[in-house]
């Protein structure tokens, strides 16, 4: 069914709701209404079904996905998909004032498709539509065909999940571990959370999930000086280590909690000056204007533009590592390069769904 986008200021949290809680007069519902005839009817019969939602401060809704799961083949689109299964974007609607809010819902409709062992994604909307049309290009959703309608023509994207590429934005959210280094990267607890929302600990508040492009995005930027970026190279994989938020504790409170694919890494002495470097960090990282003035003074400075592939869903602590996985405590713990045994270990304890991983 519908996506529809527009200008509007908001702020809130991403909550999880039945129809049934959710306002269907509010005068966010009214362009659905008038796309589609049958929407009021729809939305009414089946107040059990779910869905991401996003609020203002003032109450207002301002974002609304809808997912469902659809057993195949799919006989209503032009040509008929011949599937066992796909997952289908029912509705997205996203009064949208970039920050990314979109890549934040694109993220969770691909992470349940992925946790339901669907074949495919897929949406359809209208060909004005044209930012969304870029966003799911972006991230390997292709032009599949036509779904009829009598409210008119709309354009079917199709996203295959079992497919490689080679290319890390299409082929996301999956992870291709071939011929790729490994490494660790830690993240101060401050920073952490902002840039990968889905790997909140359960003693955080989801009130530092601001609604703001670093913490939306499934781009990710992350500017340091450490030891050892200089080998990073595009496509290398990372596992994402939130540091100790309490002083010679880390053995029990640094946990590994992400990992995410390199796009690309460059030194700060790479650009010609630093308007070119604040253009391109500034976007995707959590550090304003003054914070990346800082880092692009600083010797040895290195920003790593990435995708925030998957979040864990146990965390494992530093002594799990240095006890299971055989990492060293004498080394350097900022950034570290680890063994595919490592890597595939962690994964697979961290709970990151198999088919996710491309070997």
Not at 45 to 56: G, L
Request: proline share 3%; hydrophobic share 35%.
């Amino acid at each position: 069914m519908a996506i529809q986008q527009s200008e509007d200021d908001m702020e809130g949290i991403l909550q999880i709701k039945n129809f049934a809680q959710i306002n269907l007069s509010d005068p966010f519902f009214d362009s659905l209404k008038q796309d589609y005839t049958e929407f009021e009817r729809w939305f009414s019969a089946h107040p059990e079904r779910t869905a991401y939602t996003y609020y203002n401060a003032d109450g207002s809704l301002c974002a609304f996905l809808c997912l469902k799961i659809e057993k195949g083949p799919i006989e209503d689109l032009q040509p008929v998909l011949k599937c066992n299964n796909a997952t289908k974007i029912c509705t997205l609607k996203i009064d949208a004032h970039h920050t990314k809010l979109g890549e934040r819902f694109l993220k969770k409709a691909l992470d349940y498709a992925v946790s339901n062992n669907t074949a495919f994604c897929y949406v359809t909307l209208f060909d004005k539509q044209q930012g969304l049309l870029s966003l799911f290009g972006n991230y390997g959703f292709e032009q599949y065909g036509t779904k009829v309608t009598p409210n008119g023509t709309e354009i079917v994207l199709l996203k295959n999940l079992g497919i490689n590429t080679g290319n890390c934005m299409y082929d996301y959210p999956r992870i291709d571990t071939n011929g790729h280094n490994k490494y660790l990267l830690a993240i101060k607890p401050e920073w952490h959370t902002k840039l990968f929302p889905d790997s909140i600990l359960n003693n955080e508040s989801i009130s530092m999930l601001e609604d703001v492009s670093h913490t939306n995005s499934i781009q990710k930027v992350y500017v340091c000086a450490m030891r050892g970026l200089a080998s990073v190279r595009a496509g290398d994989l990372i596992v994402i280590y939130r540091s100790s938020d309490e002083q010679g504790r880390a053995f029990y409170r640094a946990v590994v909690t992400s990992v995410c694919t390199v796009i690309e890494c460059r030194s700060s002495t790479s650009f010609g000056n630093f308007n070119e470097f604040y253009e391109y960090a500034n976007q995707y990282s959590v550090f304003d204007e003054s914070g990346l003035r800082y880092w692009f003074n600083k010797p040895g400075c290195f920003v790593i533009k990435m995708l925030y592939n998957a979040a864990f869903l146990k965390r494992l602590t530093n002594g799990m590592l240095i006890e299971r996985f055989g990492f060293n405590p004498a080394d350097y713990w900022g950034f570290r390069q680890m063994t595919d045994e490592q890597f595939n270990a962690i994964l697979s304890t961290g709970g990151v769904n198999e088919s996710l991983i491309i070997r």
